[in-house]
């Protein structure tokens, strides 16, 4: 075993497999895989090895359609049989509302450029004729799910490396991992110890355990996870013979049920709900080619669904029961990419659905590395989403919930229950009197909307229960005054003799003078948005970043991974240090003028204002700016005195008639001022111009800031795409998000959020589109539900136009 590599990628399933060989093709040939046992060993070997294209994430799901699409590469290479089997399937629905998930699936496979068709249950039975189309209220076809041999897949990955000049050492341990102090790590293993630049953690059952060696406690959990193979059923045999093809794959959701050919008989996986934990706390080291005991009972009631939806099952033996253990994250998503405050250190673990998603995790992950960028946008499976609130017992609840709901619905306005009441504001209490209805951001509970006595979510694709009372409160911000809490966005503090230096390079917007805010776009080194935030300049050398409080830990790691070495510049999260409250509408100034000695008129504190100020006994630091696109403010305060400022802020809103408002109150309020939003409409593959924030990047500013080169050749060159609002002429339902845009017959584009503006009484989308045609004003459609709905361009905010309301 060599004593040195650029790369120690610890664990020989299919991901470490892909990573190794990823990394190599891509010219990184000074690296080793070390695997404690055999490869495969863990959870790759007895998988039932399907592959399939669809993910709720598009995103994921081009890295899906990449990872079928890599496997006759790596065979040719390799000279190993991967068993690759490209059956197409049939993707179920037992219900209307399955049925409408499945075509909003269709709908952005169109964008994606995977081949699915909605058929009926009729046409379902005759491509796959086990199913009883009685059952079924619809369904839709995939050509390209499938599949394969674990091992063959795996051992392909891993002789194709070796090829390109990577090795693996199988039967090697390794016991422990210590970071030196010229940064470089020592792996430790049973055969000696590898010095190395980069260490990977693609244990899978024991990426905890490689995790805990470097001080790291990662969000995951392996889970009992059972199928059953079928002894030779005739009705297989008699599909075979009169087709000479195999029989199709089969998703039925509402069974929690797959299905697919296995030699001569059928083989019936099932996520059930009344799932079971493995080795919860920790990973016994001997396991290895293990299956657990069966448990039939556990999955009877699935079963039992199955025999009805596919009667063939019922008149069949079960030759075999398979029970092992499969990882899976809190949201069932796998963890990638570099860990924060640990420079070298990676992770390639949580991946459930390994020869789904495999490839493509090796080729963000040998990308990130190499070039510094993933090449792709994998926010839904970088590690960062989880914050130190994802915690052994919260990942656990979590990850039981995700396993029980994996072929659940997940609605729009569902929130789910596991892992609640995490974090808590301290005001928390006094929303809920009033009737919040809580979703939760990054572990806190926020308040959604507020709902009268007795009214509560109903969970639907189209318009719910809640529809009416977040209009009333869109009105009472829009007619007088609406209070919001705040607090789930991510706030940061930055101090320090070269702060104004290093914001300077970091951000591609102007500095804004003492006392003074504006808006402020991040960007990569190829001149992509990482991030968007509000930048203050509070004074006295202290600076002050609200942003998104859901990618808190993926900026951390940036602003950290670029901080001088000298310590000249400090940054700290503030998290719930820092709480936050929002007031906006036509009455803000006044209530605000109530509670503070302050002088707050239009002349003394203008709009992009900021100053320190009491708001009754509470010190505070009040910005003049809303994300409502109405006169407002947004008020920060230490989490001590955040009850008392909104207590003072309520009771002077009394002669004003104050109300509050949640997030989808909010969401209805940016719509109409055609605000985007981070994770939607701004992601790192959309430049600043793509993205409308073109006009906040100081392209002239002396200082050289991170992508400006690739910022300055985007305006140049005009980019590909333009994001722009629509206005569209739908029923009952609005968009949500990736539902495709199409013009002039075809699709051209896709929606990256929207939904009903209640002030104007409009259905809005916002959305990207080619810039060919980003100033057509009409001709333009955007499929909903099944269905295609006239959309108009809107290309001035449809509330306060000329910013009158929010700068007077």
């Known amino acids: 075993m060599k004593s040195h590599a650029k790369v120690v990628v610890i664990g020989g399933g299919v991901v470490g497999c892909s990573v190794l060989f990823h990394l190599a093709r891509h010219g990184w040939t000074d690296v080793v895989l070390l695997e404690r046992d055999e490869l495969t060993s863990g959870s790759t070997w007895h998988a039932a090895g399907g592959m399939h294209t669809i993910n709720g994430d598009p995103n994921v799901a081009k890295l899906q359609k990449y990872t079928i ?60 004729p086990l199913l009883d189309p009685k059952q079924f209220v619809g369904a839709v076809r995939n050509k390209e799910d499938g599949h394969l041999d674990p091992s063959g897949v795996t051992h392909a990955y891993a002789k194709a490396a070796r090829k390109l000049g990577a090795e693996v050492e199988r039967f090697t341990k390794v016991e422990d991992i210590v970071r030196r102090p010229d940064g470089l790590w020592r792996v430790i293993t049973n055969k000696g110890e590898v010095v190395a630049e980069h260490v990977v953690n693609a244990g899978g059952l024991w990426a905890r355990e490689v995790g805990r060696m470097v001080g790291l406690e990662l969000p995951v959990l392996a889970m009992e996870h059972m199928y059953l193979i079928t002894e030779d059923m005739p009705e297989v045999a008699a599909w075979n013979a009169k087709t000479g093809t195999e029989i199709i794959h089969a998703v039925d959701f509402d069974g929690e049920l797959y299905l697919r050919q296995e030699r001569g008989g059928m083989l019936m996986g099932t996520y059930e709900k009344a799932n079971k934990v493995w080795s919860e706390f920790s990973t016994p080291w001997n396991f290895g080619h293990e299956l657990l005991e069966p448990d039939i009972d556990r999955i009877a009631p699935s079963l039992e669904v199955g025999f009805r939806h596919f009667p063939a099952f019922e008149r069949t033996g079960i030759k075999q029961i398979i029970n092992g253990p499969f990882t899976f994250a809190p949201d069932g998503n796998p963890l990638v990419g570099p860990v924060r405050g640990l420079p070298g250190f990676w992770v ?192 006295d050398g202290e600076w002050f970043i609200a942003g998104s409080g859901i990618a808190e830990q993926y900026h951390m790691r940036w602003f950290e991974a670029h901080l001088p070495g000298e310590g000249s510049v400090r940054i700290e999260a503030l998290g719930q240090k820092m709480t936050g409250l929002a007031i906006a509408g036509p009455k803000a100034r006044d209530v605000l003028a109530k509670v503070s000695r302050a002088d707050v008129a239009n002349a003394a504190f203008p709009f992009m204002a900021v100053a320190k100020m009491d708001i009754g006994m509470a010190p505070c630091l009040v910005g003049r700016v809303s994300y409502t696109g109405d006169l407002g403010y947004e008020i920060w305060v230490a989490p001590e005195y955040q009850r008392a400022a909104f207590q003072a802020l309520m009771a002077a809103g009394e002669e004003f008639d104050i109300g509050l ?32 924030l073109d006009r906040f990047v100081a392209y002239g500013k002396d200082a050289n800031f991170i992508g400006k080169a690739g910022a300055l050749a985007e305006r140049k060159l005009g980019g590909k795409l333009r994001l722009r609002t629509f206005i569209l002429d739908a029923d009952d339902a609005d968009v949500i998000g990736d539902e495709p845009i199409w013009f002039g017959g075809a699709v051209r584009g896709w929606v990256t959020s929207g939904g009903y503006a209640h002030h104007p009484k409009k259905s809005v989308a916002l959305g990207y589109v080619p810039k060919e045609i980003a100033d057509e004003s009409d001709g333009f459609e955007i499929e909903l539900l099944g269905k295609r709905h006239a959309a108009r361009m809107q290309a001035a905010p449809l509330f306060d136009a000329n910013f009158e309301r929010m700068r007077g």
């Open 661 to 692: 408002f949640g997030s989808r109150a909010l969401n209805a309020l940016r719509l109409e001022k055609n605000y985007g939003s981070w994770a939607r409409e701004y992601r790192p593959i959309y430049g600043p111009l793509e993205a409308g």
């Open 69 to 128: 699409s890599l496997y006759k590469e790596i065979e040719e290479l390799s000279g190993q049989a991967t068993g690759v089997h490209l059956t197409g399937g049939v993707l179920l629905a037992a219900t209307e509302a399955r049925l409408d998930w499945l075509r909003g699936v269709v709908a952005k496979g169109r964008y994606l450029g995977i081949d699915l068709e909605e058929i009926s249950a009729n046409e379902a039975a005759e491509l796959m």
């Open 348 to 539: 390639a673990c949580g991946v459930m659905a390994g020869f789904s998603q495999g490839g493509g995790v090796g080729l963000a992950l040998s990308n990130w590395m190499i070039e510094g960028d993933p090449g792709a946008d994998i926010w839904a499976m970088d590690v960062a989403r989880y914050g130190d609130w994802a915690t052994m017992t919260y990942t656990n609840a979590k990850v039981r919930e995700n396993y029980s709901r994996r072929f659940s619905i997940r609605f729009p306005n569902e929130e789910l229950p596991a892992g609640r009441q995490l974090k808590t504001t301290p005001i928390y209490d006094l929303l809920a009197a009033k009737g919040a209805q809580w979703g939760v951001s990054y572990g806190l509970e926020v308040p959604l909307w507020y709902a009268p006595s007795g009214v509560k979510d109903e969970f639907s694709w189209r318009r719910s229960s809640d529809f009416t009372h977040v209009a009333k409160e869109v009105a009472t911000v829009r007619e007088g005054v609406g209070l919001a809490e705040i607090s789930n966005f991510a706030k940061y503090k930055v101090t320090g003799e070269e702060a104004a230096a290093w914001l300077d390079r970091i951000f591609a917007c102007k500095l804004p003078k003492p006392g003074r805010m504006t808006l402020a776009p991040m960007l990569k080194d190829d001149g992509k948005l990482i991030g968007d935030f509000t930048l203050a300049n509070v004074g």
